[in-house]
């Protein structure tokens, strides 16, 4: 049974910043550049195993996993295996992209390098 958050949950929780959870979108990377959740890092499905130590690596920590929405089963396969892997606290954001857009929420976009440069030059520092 997969233990999920809604979107109220979700975004209390993110406005946290000592202890908000990992927020982590299982789609493939044009999806994620397009547009996802704020604070979201990447992780495709076929990069999960290779990838998550560096994106999570306390397994004791809050990890929320989402996708495009209600009808998309790749945030529940990621918290599967993410449980599988000794995560003990993976909930899964159901309502995905389409559950936050509904909500009027914001969105952020460009993937992580490009938002981390952006932000750097606008501080006056070189990355």
């Not at 990447?42 to 560096?54: F, G, K, Y």
């Amino acid at each position: 049974m997969q233990s999920l958050i809604s979107t109220s949950e979700l975004a209390l929780a993110l406005q946290n910043q000592d202890d908000a959870p990992t927020l982590l979108e299982a789609l493939p990377a044009p999806y994620f550049v397009k547009e996802h959740l704020p604070s979201a890092q990447n992780l495709p499905l076929d990069e999960l195993e290779r990838r998550i130590s560096q994106l999570a690596p306390r397994r004791d920590r809050p990890v929320v996993v989402y996708c495009s929405g209600p009808t998309c089963n790749n945030s529940h396969t990621a918290a599967a295996r993410l449980r599988q892997l000794g995560y003990s606290q993976v909930r899964v954001y159901a309502e995905g992209k389409l559950g936050w857009r509904e909500a009027g929420l914001a969105f952020e976009h460009g993937d992580g390098a490009s938002m981390a440069r952006v932000q750097a030059e606008a501080v006056g520092v070189r990355p």
